[in-house]
Structure formats: structure tokens, C-alpha cells
């Protein structure tokens, strides 16, 4: 176990969610740190698939969305 600062405003909002729910603050800030945590690595794992998609439609000849509709509205201006 480690200790750590935590703003006052947000240990009151905390505090307040854990009475509601009748579970330890401890408890209900372990669940948000490992869901914080989850969501970044999703957030690395969509980044990677994002651009190994990109590589992917360049090596077929694909091009980026915005330059391609860029080019088709500057043949109507």
C-alpha cells in the first residue's frame, strides 16, 4: 500500500460516492485507477491499429480522408 495526496475536492466527491454505494473509499479509487489504466492501454492498442491501417491502404494506394475530400472541394470552388 502507498500513500498519496489526493485534492480535497475530489476526496470529498469520493468520500460522498463510497457512502452512497456502501463501499470503502479505498475500494472505489483501486476500481478508477485500473479503469484509468485500462482505457490508456486501449487508447495505445486503437493508436497502433490506426496506423497499421494507415501503412496497410498506403501500401495499396489509399490516401487520407481529408486531402482527398479537400481535393474533390477544390473542384467546385
Known amino acids: 500500500m502507498k500513500t498519496m495526496t489526493v485534492d480535497d475536492g475530489l476526496y470529498g466527491a ?6 452512497r454505494n456502501g463501499r470503502p473509499v479505498q475500494e472505489l479509487l483501486n ?18 491499429a490506426i496506423e497499421q491501417a494507415r501503412a496497410e491502404a498506403a501500401e495499396q494506394g489509399g490516401v487520407e480522408f481529408e486531402p482527398f475530400f479537400d481535393g474533390l ?5
Not at 476500481?31 to 497502433?48: K, N, R, V, Y
Not at 472541394?73 to 470552388?77: I, K, R, S, T, V
Open 73 to 77: 472541394l477544390g473542384n467546385y470552388d
Open 31 to 48: 476500481e478508477a485507477i485500473a479503469s484509468w489504466l485500462a482505457d490508456a492501454a486501449t487508447d495505445e492498442d486503437d493508436h497502433a
Open 14 to 19: 469520493l468520500k460522498a460516492a463510497a457512502d
